[in-house]
């Protein structure tokens, strides 16, 4: 679960695997979907960590899956180059890396 200033966000269960569930996390009203492994993972056990000014702390919706900044740190301010605003290309991981179609140049 994720801790922000000491306040947990609250999660909606959407769907479940024998080795996954989704949920929707609600960020501060931003609501969106994330993958949780019922797997235990050395992402699930993050210190808390106190971010400092220009800095960035990037965390994947694949929570214990993404190398994001509990892998390489936090992120300078003078590194971020701007807003995300379309998604590429997605590989599903489960399907032989192939891309996911729906995804592909979705807005975000």
Known sequence: QLVINGEKLNYDPVSETAINRVEI?????????????????????FAP??????????M???RDNSADSRVIGLVPRAELLGRAKRVIVSLDYDDYY???K???LKAL
Do not use: T, W
């Not at 996390?25 to 949780?36: D, P, Q, R, S």
């Not at 960590?49 to 990037?58: C, G, K, Q, S, T």
């Open 25 to 45: 996390e609600n960020l501060h009203g931003i609501k969106h979907a994330v993958e949780l492994s019922k797997q235990r993972s050395a992402m699930q056990n």
């Open 49 to 58: 960590v106190i971010i400092p000014e220009n800095m960035y702390l990037a």
């Open 60 to 62: 994947g919706d694949n």
């Open 98 to 100: 192939l891309p996911r």
């Open 102 to 104: 729906d995804r592909v």
